[in-house]
């Protein structure tokens, strides 16, 4: 009976540090930086393609970056241009010309919703499907 209560009182101490996979990166714990102050760095990956019709053009694109990221990330941001591709449900092979979007900022709630926000904005404005985010814990130092 003892090794039992040993046994289970060892399983839900195990269990105590568990997490929902639901859990936000952002939300993650701040890395423990030696250098520079945590933060978090999401690139977000915009697809150039419209369902139908023309690509976005490099002038939709800076009006977009000019309208409504700069106004969210005043602090700064660093735009990519980069060449996507993914296996789509038909079993084929897409590629897209796209822009990636950088942003170093503050876990916080202003941030987040900044960064949805743009999701948001680009989707409706330009019929996409899907704004892709990548978030990951960062040390930065100026």
Not at 88 to 94: C, R, T
Not at 95 to 105: Q, T, Y
Request: a neutral charge.
């Amino acid at each position: 009976m003892t090794s039992r209560v040993i046994t289970f009182s060892l399983l839900l101490l195990a269990l105590s540090g568990c997490t929902s996979p639901s859990r936000q990166v952002s939300q993650a714990a701040a890395p423990v930086c030696t250098v520079g102050d945590a933060m978090t760095q999401t690139t977000l990956y915009f697809g150039l393609n419209r369902p139908h019709g023309l690509a976005i053009s490099a002038a939709e694109w800076q009006t977009f970056v000019d309208a409504e990221v700069t106004p969210r990330f005043k602090d700064g941001l660093t735009v990519f241009s980069a060449q996507g591709q993914w296996l789509g449900n038909d079993g084929k092979l897409a590629r897209e010309n796209s822009k990636a979007l950088m942003l170093i900022h503050a876990t916080d709630k202003t941030s987040e919703q900044g960064i949805e926000a743009l999701r948001a904005i680009y989707k409706q404005r330009f019929a996409q499907e899907s704004v892709m985010r990548v978030d990951a814990p960062a040390c930065v130092a100026f």
